[in-house]
Each structure stands twice: as structure tokens, then as C-alpha cells.
């Protein structure tokens, strides 16, 4: 027997009670599920240089151990999204919470690179099921009236976790082994999945799509490949080379295919009347600036903390828990506060303070020490805290609940594209600007002149941090090497945290289109538990 929602509840009938269903209980079994993906972000990164030792891996089998999992997740997550709202966002979640858990376990019992690469592929598909159909069910459970606290702390979940992944990596690594990082997500997804089998419930959605579009499926996934792809090896390969601009072009044409897709198909995977909406547009777009901006300027941040100030991977994690105690504490705060005054002005204030941190970021150098530091961290967790609630539900209360899975996984595509591209373009801003003032700083420090190689090689260790010192260099050259290095990397950081905080106020002006979500509710019209 289907039992209805609140939504559906007429004065004379009352919705039935009980645990399946459960607002609450559905966001406790969503957030753990959640918290896994978001953790395997950040927290693999700092197992590299283990695994790397362990299996004999090149640093290009390294990296690919990263950018496997972030391509599959980029190219799978409106398809997921759009899997949920045709079989049930409840049934996608679980598999989702179970392919990860196992791929994560079988990740751990590897022994060759080449294997763990290949199970990072099926790592990111299946955190694509679980992250769109977790929106998708907290969008179907909550009522209006509590939807964005909802939202709010499921952004201090994946905010906190993010932001945690290099400190419980840094213990796990050093305390345990690298394949504890892996590990680790098979208890917590076995709790997810029982907790999900008892507690989610599934919902029928009148107009939910019952065909695929596979043409679309196949032109997006070309078109967020090519995209991410490009913007992976554009750093190695630079902006100037041919093969960055034919995969961007490729991936423009596929984009503009699959558009063309859309207005034909009578199921399009990515109704293009979702961005009819401008304020589910606006939050999308809001959403890339947030990212560019924060997860662009989060890349410098790292080696600036462990490479200039020379800090364990614990220790830079712990440095940033002024930004990650301001996101758990904001989130829910935010959420409480869009509920009361609706989004935008709380989003253009988070905007505004993420710049105010970006150009105070911008001020740091070799030399600051830890409670300045804190103060920029904590308020871009300030600003952020907004962010990430407000945008959330602009663009999924936008979007009919139909189409709840497939706004997930746009929120969630938009976010994977701007820290992609801020990585990649404040990197090479980065790049630029120590290729231009290392040579000038290097000879005014009467160090002995660099052939043309030496030189890129060192601007290459410079671009992140690290002092080009040969071994057997006398200490008082070292020195001097290791003072042009760190003063050359600052001076590039700061005009990248410039950079952001220029994106951030864009991003601030762009929130002022934002309004509070249209269709919001439980389940809506004509949905029902299954």
C-alpha cells in the first residue's frame, strides 16, 4: 500500500508516521553516505607519496590515481542524477553507497597501480550515484519551511569533510598505512547502507521520466571529459599547446551537439527549460565562481603551508581548521537564516567576505604567522558557509521535482567545473608569474646564473613551493636559494588570490539574481513513498 506525503495529505487525511521516511533520519543516512565521497576528495592526496613507494608508481601514475576518480565523477553526475529521478533516487543511492564501499575495500587489496587506477574509474561512478540522489532525497522529504536548514547541514557535511581529509589522511598514513585511507569507507558505507535499507524511503514522481536519452548520455559524458580532461593537463601541457585547444574545442562542439540534442529528444537527460529559470541559472553560475575561487585558491594554500612554512600534512590540515570550524558551524546558521530572509542576501554577503578573504589572503607571506592566517580562513569559511547552502537550493528548489536528480547532479557538475578550471587557471596564472620574476630575483641574489633546462626546472619546483637546492649545496647558498624560491612562490600566490577574489566579486554580483526556490516541498504533487 503506497503511503502518501505531507504534501499530498488533504485536511481530512493525515500522513502516516514512522521511522522509513523520516526527514531527519533521511538526512543522517544521506550525510554518511555523502561524507565518504567528499572525504575521498582531499584525503587520497595525501597517500600518494606512499602508494607511489609502495608499487614503484611513475608521478604520472600518481596523478592518474587522482584525476581517475575526478573525470568519472565530473562525467557521470547529471547521468546519475537523471538514473535517480527514473528509478528511484532510494534504490540509486543504496547501489551507490555499496559500489563505493566495495571499490574502495578492493582498492585497498591492490598491488599493482594500474589496478588501483582502474577501481578509482568505478570509485567516482559510484560516488555520481550518491551524491545528486542525496539531494534528490533530502529535496523530497523535507517541507519547505525546513529544506534549507536541511541543505545547510548537509553542506557542513561536505564541507567539513573536505576540508578534514588531509588531517585524517595525514593520521591514517602515518599511523597506519596508505591503504587505511581506503579502508576506512568500508564500515562507514556499511553503516550508510543499513542505515539507507531502514530509513529511505523512495518516491514516486508524476512526469518522471521513463526512457533514456543515450545519444545525450553519450555527447555530455564527451563534453565533460573533454572539459576536465583539458583542464587537468593544460598545467603540463600549457595553455599555448595545440592539444589543450582541440580538446577544448572538442569539448565545446559535443556541448553545443548535445544542446541541439535536448530541443529533439522527447526524454532529454538535461531539460534545457531547467535554465528558463534565472534564478536556477544564476546559482549554477554561482556555483563554478564559488569553486574557481575557493578550490582554486585551497591548491595554493597547501603547498604554501607544508612547502614555504614547512609544515606535516597534519599540521597544514590543522593550520585550516579556522575555515573548517566555520563551515560546520555556518552551514546549518545559513540554511536557518535563507529559510527566514530567503537567499540573496545572505549569498552576496558570503560572496563579499570570500573576496574580503581572497584580497586578505593576498597579503600573506613567507614570514606571517599563524593567527593572521587564521583570521583570512576563518572568513572564507564565513563567506562559504552561505555559498554552499544558498546555491544548493536555488538551483535544486528551482527545479520540478521531477527533475530533483538531475539538479542535484548539475549542482554538483557545476562545482567539479570551477575548481577544475580555478585549479588550472590560477595555476598557470601561477606559473606565469614565477617564469617571469624568478630569473630576475635569482640573479639579484647573486646566485650562479641557470642554463635555459635548469632554469624551467626550477621554476617548476618553485611553482609549488619547493626550493630548487641541489644536494651538497653549502647552507649559507641554500639559504639564499630557498629565501628567492619562497619569495618568488608568495609573489605569485598573491596576484592568484587576487585573481579569486576578482571571480569572487563577480560571483557576489551574480547572487543578486538568486531567489528563493519555486518549487520546494515534500515530494510535491503527485509524488508518493514507495
Avoid at 593537463?233 to 595553455?239: L, Y
Avoid at 582541440?246 to 551537439?257: G, K, P, R, V
Avoid at 606571517?368 to 587564521?374: A, E, I, V
Wanted: with cysteine; charged share 10%.
Amino acid at each position: 500500500m503506497t503511503r502518501t506525503t505531507v504534501a499530498e495529505a488533504t485536511p481530512d487525511q493525515k500522513p502516516r508516521s514512522g521511522l522509513r521516511g523520516n526527514p531527519w533520519l533521511t538526512l543522517l543516512s544521506v550525510a554518511i553516505g555523502v561524507m565518504m565521497v567528499a572525504l575521498d576528495g582531499t584525503i587520497v592526496a595525501i597517500a600518494n607519496p606512499a602508494i607511489q613507494k609502495d608499487l614503484g608508481a611513475s608521478l604520472a601514475d600518481v596523478q592518474w590515481i587522482t584525476n581517475a576518480y575526478l573525470l568519472a565523477l565530473a562525467v557521470a553526475l547529471i547521468t546519475a542524477g537523471k538514473l535517480g529521478d527514473r528509478f528511484g533516487h532510494r534504490q540509486v543511492f543504496l547501489i551507490g553507497t555499496t559500489g563505493f564501499a566495495l571499490s574502495s575495500g578492493l582498492i585497498a587489496l591492490s598491488g599493482s597501480v594500474s589496478l588501483v587506477v582502474a577501481l578509482r574509474v568505478l570509485q567516482g561512478l559510484c560516488g555520481a550515484l550518491l551524491m545528486p540522489t542525496a539531494l534528490g532525497l533530502i529535496r523530497a522529504t523535507f517541507p519547505a519551511e525546513k529544506l534549507n536548514m536541511a541543505i545547510g547541514l548537509w553542506g557542513m557535511v561536505v564541507g567539513a569533510s573536505t576540508a578534514g581529509g588531509p588531517i585524517v589522511g595525514g593520521l591514517l598514513v602515518e599511523h597506519v598505512n596508505w591503504q587505511s585511507v581506503f579502508f576506512i569507507n568500508v564500515p562507514v558505507g556499511a553503516l550508510a547502507l543499513t542505515l539507507g535499507a531502514v530509513f529511505l524511503a523512495g518516491h514516486r514522481v508524476k512526469g518522471a521520466a521513463r526512457s533514456f536519452d543515450v545519444p545525450g548520455i553519450v555527447l555530455l559524458s564527451a563534453a565533460m571529459f573533454c572539459l576536465i580532461w583539458a583542464l587537468i593537463k593544460a598545467p603540463a601541457w600549457s595553455w599555448s599547446d595545440a592539444r589543450t585547444w582541440i580538446f577544448l574545442a572538442a569539448s565545446a562542439t559535443a556541448f553545443h551537439l548535445f544542446a541541439f540534442r535536448q530541443t529533439r529528444s522527447r526524454e532529454p537527460l538535461l531539460p534545457l527549460s531547467l535554465f528558463r529559470s534565472v534564478p536556477l541559472s544564476a546559482g549554477v553560475v554561482l556555483m563554478v565562481l564559488m569553486a574557481f575561487a575557493f578550490i582554486g585558491g585551497l591548491f595554493f594554500v597547501t603547498f604554501y603551508l607544508q612547502n614555504v612554512h614547512g609544515m606535516s600534512p597534519v599540521d597544514a590540515g590543522t593550520h585550516l581548521l579556522p575555515l573548517t570550524g566555520m563551515l560546520i558551524v555556518g552551514s546549518p546558521l545559513a540554511g536557518a537564516l535563507i529559510t527566514r530572509i530567503g537567499p540573496r542576501i545572505p549569498l552576496m554577503a558570503g560572496m563579499t567576505s570570500a573576496a574580503v578573504a581572497c584580497f586578505g589572503l593576498a597579503t600573506l607571506d613567507a614570514g606571517t604567522g599563524t593567527l593572521t592566517m587564521s583570521l583570512w580562513f576563518a572568513l572564507m569559511g564565513v563567506g562559504l558557509a552561505p555559498v554552499m547552502v544558498g546555491a544548493t537550493e536555488v538551483i535544486v528548489g528551482n527545479a520540478p521535482l521531477r527533475h530533483a536528480g538531475v539538479a542535484g547532479g548539475l549542482q554538483q557538475s557545476a562545482m567539479q567545473v570551477g575548481g577544475s578550471l580555478g585549479t588550472a587557471v590560477l595555476g598557470a596564472v601561477m606559473a606565469s608569474r614565477v617564469e617571469h620574476l624568478l630569473p630576475e630575483k635569482w640573479a639579484a641574489a647573486g646566485l650562479r646564473p641557470l642554463a635555459p633546462e635548469q632554469l624551467d626546472q626550477a621554476a617548476g619546483a618553485v611553482s609549488v613551493g619547493v626550493a630548487p637546492v641541489p644536494a651538497g649545496t653549502p647552507a649559507r647558498y641554500a639559504e639564499k636559494i630557498s629565501t628567492v624560491a619562497h619569495d618568488t612562490f608568495v609573489s605569485g600566490m598573491q596576484v592568484g588570490f587576487r585573481v579569486a577574489g576578482c571571480v569572487a566579486i563577480v560571483a557576489a554580483l551574480v547572487a543578486a539574481f538568486a531567489k528563493r526556490g519555486e518549487n520546494t516541498g515534500p515530494a510535491g504533487a503527485g509524488a508518493g513513498h514507495i
